[in-house]
Structures are given as structure tokens and as C-alpha cells.
């Protein structure tokens, strides 16, 4: 990666000087995403609630990045573009890692706003692990606890005053119980095989990186179910940063790949996770959560974490697929010493639990778009 930084930090130094020549917009906010190459998720929500209001000009650049050689020339290509667009909005809107801002810097009446695109953070990430490139020159990140404040403020290279506790806007629906039942009853209906099954939902986060590849966790779903009763099924939700997957045509795996996560806990029974933040956001339904953690010992070495996962992760740690597979028989058991894991684990990950974080973000977006 260090070669395609050099390469690619020489072809912005020469665009840089030239992206300073055009003036600030003061009414303009640009979405800068790399995991997504259209409108999802907290960047969905904020965008169609600011075309509402008609007084902002709103821009995008939306791309999925992959490691193929034409996706570094595509992803060289956006990061041309993002100078541009960055040095003249007021408010950038990000929503990871970005190293055009990190490495250019940008204009005092430019605003960089980093909506993560998780809930919070099991493991550590941005300054808090070896990198490529320091994380930098960002003004605002936004959280979901008191709790998580100083860990974005390291990994952003932010004082603990520029991380604001507002929640997380795509979080906003699971708190409606009218979303999530008609969320169930439309995934019922879509899918007639889960009907009268215990659901067990598995969500990974990826392996590998961005400047490298990415690759999924290995564990044989088949083999897991094959020792499960025929009431269980299984939902294997991959990351979206992996582009493909061995069990996207499995017969005995439900493989659901367009469908967000948050969707898909409305059916869910159980969940099967591992370093992923998606662990936070299952909090809300207060049902019982297993860790499949085959490379803990490893992963706490490199990048490890951000609390003591063994002692506080929500639910039992299995490190092999028949500790897995006993967890999974086992729920009914120890469900106080469970439910008051969560409880705790809730505590310390949540603030607020109205369901109006988007509002609170609304607002923060107001006032940095008053302080021109």
C-alpha cells in the first residue's frame, strides 16, 4: 500500500493547488462514501431529510472501492474528484476512513463531519492501529455513548469537544416497533422458509484491508447446521465490503445479501457475530447474541479492542464450531446471566434510546451550515 500512497498522494499534490482556486460553497454539503456506490444507510436518511428542505446543494461521491487494477484507477480517479468537491462544500460528510481529507489539508470555512458507518467500535481502528497514513484534519464525528467518545476522538485525531453524542440515525427505526413487525411479516413473505423456524442470523465483519483484499471468516455453516435440529435455519449475511461469497448458492444456508442488517434482526432469533459493531445495534431487541471467535487470540493481539471482549462481550464466546453449536443449543440456559450481560453491555454502548438521532444529527448539520 505504501507505493499506491506515494503514487497516489503525487498525482493529488499536483490537482491540490488548483482545487484551491474555486471559492467555498456556502450552501453546499458533499456525501463522500467507499463503501457504498449509492445512498445507504445514516447517509440515506440525512441526504433525502436535506433534499426536503430545498436549500442546499447537495453532492455525492459514491463508490465502492475494490483492489482489481481497474478499481485502483477508478478509486484514483474519485479521489481526484473528491478534492475538488471537498474544497469547495462547507460540510464534507464521510463516513470512513478518507485519505484525501487526511492528507489535504482543507479550507478553514470547510467542515469535515465523520458519520462512521457503524454504531461503535468493538475494535480498534483509525490512529488506534498501525496505518498507512494518519488520520487527520477532521472537525466532527459523531457517537452513540459518553463511553465512546475518547476512542473516536483517538482514532479520528479529534478532541473529545468535536465528538458529539447524538446516536446513530439508521438506528432510529429498530426503536419502532411498528418497522420492525412489518419489517418481519414483509421478510416472511419474501422468504417462505423462515416461517415457524428458530432464525440464526450470522453477520461477520471481514478480514483483510482495504489497500490489500478483503475476505470473509471462515467457518463451515453446513456442517454447523447438520448439527442443529431441523427447526433451526440459518441467514448468512456477509460483510459489504466482500464482493463474493461460498454460500451465496448453498442449499442448506440462506445466503441474504440485499437486505440491510438491521432488517434482517426483525426476524432474527439469534445472533451470530463476532468483532462486528452490529453487535451494539442487536442491543435493542434484547435477544440472546453468540460470539463465533475462532481468531480471537490473534485479532486481540492485532488490532484488539476496544473493552475487554471476553469478559464483556454480550453473550458466550465460542472459539470453534462445536463450542458454537453448544452455545447455540444452550440459550434457554443461564438466561438471567445473559440478559444482565446485555443490560450492561447496553448501558455502556447507548445514550439515547427515543429513536431520534436523526434529528439530533439534523441538528448538528444546522449549525455548522450557520457558522459560515
Known sequence: MKTKSIILTIILGIFYPFSLISEV????????SLEHDNLSKDFKLIYERLSEEKKYDLRTVLFKFDSSFWGNIKYGYACIRQLFLIQSSHLVIIDYNNFVVSKFPHRKRVKVLQLWHATGALKKFGNDVERDYKVKNYDYTIVNSDFLKPIFARAFNLLESQVMVTGIPNNDKIFDSTFVEETKQRLLAKYPVLKNKKIITYAPTFRGRISTHFREALIDLEKVHQKLEEDYLIIYKSHPLISDSKYENNERVLFIQDELISSLFCITDILVTDYSAIAIDWMVFDKPIIAYSPDLINYSRKPGFTFDY???????????????????????????????KRKKFTDKMYKFNDGKSTERVLDLIESIMGSF
Do not use: D, H, Y
Not at 460553497?25 to 463522500?32: E, G, L, P, Y
Not at 458466550?316 to 444482565?340: G, H, M, Q, T, Y
Open 25 to 32: 460553497r456556502r450552501n453546499r454539503i458533499t456525501f463522500i
Open 310 to 340: 471476553q469478559e464483556e462481550f454480550p453473550g458466550p464466546v465460542s472459539k470453534n464450531e462445536e463450542e458454537l453449536v453448544e452455545a447455540i443449543k444452550s440459550v434457554s440456559k443461564n438466561v438471567a446471566e445473559n440478559r444482565l
